[in-house]
Each structure stands twice: as C-alpha cells, then as structure tokens.
Nanobody
Framework: EVQLQASGGGLVQSGGSLRLSCAAS????????IGWFRQAPGKRREGVAC????????FYGLFVKGRFTISRDNANNMVYLQMNSLRPEDTATYYC????????????????WGHGTRVTVSS
C-alpha cells in the first residue's frame, strides 16, 4: 500500500514558522523525487518546492524561495518542509507527492499523492 502522510500543519501568526513532515511507505522512496504543493479554497493547486531522489537538487516556487526549505532523509523515508516568515497568503492545504522523474520538477507528473495537512496563517 502506497502512503504519503503529511503532518505538522496548524495555526500560526504572520511571521511565524512551521515544519511540515511527509512520511512515505509502500514504494521505492529512494527512486522518487518528492514535491510539496498547496491549494487554497477557490484557487488552483500550485507548486511549492521539490527535491530530487538523492536530495542533490531542489526547486522552489518564486513566491516561497528564500523563506521555505525542503529536505529529505532517505534512510527513514521522510521529507520535510521548513516554512519561515509565513504570510496570510500561505494559508492552504499542503500536499506531498512522489514522482518517478528522479530529477524532480514542479511540472513533472506525480504518481502518488497524500491527503495533505492544513496551514492557516493569521494577520
């Protein structure tokens, strides 16, 4: 059974920080790039960050680069998203997803999706 379980969301004030986690199982984690995506009600899903299978390359959406950091721990099948300097416009449900394109891209086809964790940033 393939699972991607996102956690760590919550309510935080503007300027605060959160650390999201994604626990993966049921597939060859080391062969997959992992991406974080977000979606707010009434808006399209947008790419936040992704990381290659080895962790050697990362990509970020322009609106979060410099504030967010993606990382992975292949020994434990874990991916993280450290979010600093949060803004109200970051409010959304955040999803982790896995792509067979090992290099990773925010526009790659993602094969597996989790159910997400909600982040709310108040002003």
């Amino acid at each position: 059974e393939v699972q991607l379980q996102a956690s760590g969301g919550g309510l935080v004030q503007s300027g605060g920080s959160l650390r999201l986690s994604c626990a993966a199982s049921g597939f060859a984690f080391d062969d997959y790039a992992i991406g974080w995506f977000r979606q707010a009600p009434g808006k399209r899903r947008e790419g936040v960050a992704c990381i290659s299978s080895s962790g050697g390359s990362t990509f970020y959406g322009l609106f979060v680069k410099g504030r967010f950091t993606i990382s992975r721990d292949n020994a434990n099948n874990m991916v993280y998203l450290q979010m600093n300097s949060l803004r109200p416009e970051d409010t959304a449900t955040y999803y982790c997803a896995a792509s067979k394109d090992w290099a990773g891209s925010l526009t790659s086809d993602y094969n597996y999706w989790g159910h997400g964790t909600r982040v709310t940033v108040s002003s």
